[in-house]
């Protein structure tokens, strides 16, 4: 395990929602370029607090998405950093030819993509956005990070400020465990090798980090050695991280909280097809919408548990040359 990364042991769950309002206020408290756009979101962004200290920082438009990123566009050409908050759903679904037009002009925008992915559980299919990274991928110009515990959120959100260029960044809903240490290392494009493996590599993202360290330790009393990479950029891939892994482990197991129709998992197979021949196996929701229920009841409805992983893992190695 690569100590310097992550802690002796996973701390205390919180939101990173949490975490990211805290960067968000630390930045605007530092740069005054730095804007706050929301719609229909007020209690999960950075809020009372946020609107307090800024007021004239701070945008509200209600349930008109597309009008948001719209306006944000206008504010990063006018020299201003605006971070846009609303649920990934409405992001991606109201507002996708704006983000587009966004990433067309490499308008300066960050948008924060609320409550992503299918573990969104008391709202239901109707809110969970498991279509996020797939539809977004297909954007160029659009730099995708999934962070995966609240250190990595704020981290993101600090880094998105001096990278340039729109990004979007996708956060999960349910309170995650503090896996990194404080000081790690967070760099754009710049996958984290969690742990040390030659058996098979397991490459994760988001809210899916944690699930697939646990499947490594199972694997590992079953005398499979595992390697994690949290692919926390999810565009641009780390190309030469997924590649490197494919020639020393021969096996790769990808592991997101959206469909895999265009995800995580696409994107690496579509990568390694074309210059190795390993197999690989996609965990992930599989070409379905979400449904109400909890965040346990949900990862084994959908296939997303480590359990789910280490079958995964034992498979993929079964077919390895």
């Known amino acids: 395990m690569t100590t310097e990364i992550l802690r002796d042991k996973p701390g205390k769950s919180r939101a990173m929602i949490e975490a990211h309002n805290e960067a968000l206020v630390d930045l605007a408290e530092a740069n005054d370029k730095i804007v706050l756009l929301y719609a229909d979101f007020p209690k999960g962004t950075a809020g009372p607090y946020y609107r307090s200290k800024f007021p004239d920082r701070f945008y509200d438009f209600g349930i008109a998405e597309a009008n948001m990123v719209t306006v944000a566009a206008g504010l990063a050409e006018a020299g201003k950093i605006p971070y846009t908050h609303c649920h990934s759903i409405f992001a ?41 990274v797939p539809a977004l991928r297909a954007i160029p110009n659009l730099t995708i990070i999934s962070p995966s515990d609240p250190v990595e959120a704020k981290k993101a959100t600090i880094a998105a400020a001096d990278y340039p260029g729109p990004i979007a960044i996708r956060l999960a809903e349910p309170p995650v465990p503090t896996i990194y240490r404080d000081e790690y290392p967070f760099i754009i494009g710049r996958a984290l090798t969690l742990r040390d493996g030659d058996d098979v590599t397991l490459i994760c993202m988001g809210i899916m980090v944690h699930t697939a360290l646990e499947a490594a330790d199972l694997l590992l009393k079953k005398g499979v050695s595992a390697r994690v990479i949290n692919m926390h950029t999810v565009k641009p891939l780390d190309e030469e991280a997924i590649m490197r892994s494919a020639n020393e482990t021969g096996a790769i197991v990808t592991v997101e909280d959206t469909n895999i ?32 229920g909890s965040p346990t009841e949900l990862a084994l409805e959908y296939g997303l548990s480590s359990t789910n992983i280490v079958e995964a893992a034992i498979e993929v190695m079964s077919r390895r040359r």
């Open 261 to 292: 129709i265009g995800g995580l998992g696409s994107a690496v197979a579509e990568l390694t097809s074309e210059t190795i021949h390993i197999p690989i196996r996609r965990v992930g929701v599989k070409d379905r919408f979400g449904q109400t």
């Open 92 to 132: 991606v679904g109201r507002a996708y030819n704006q983000i587009r037009q966004i990433a067309f002009d490499r308008f300066n925008v960050k948008m924060i993509l609320c409550n992503s992915g299918i573990f969104w559980s008391f709202m239901g299919g109707s809110h969970q956005s498991v279509e996020d």
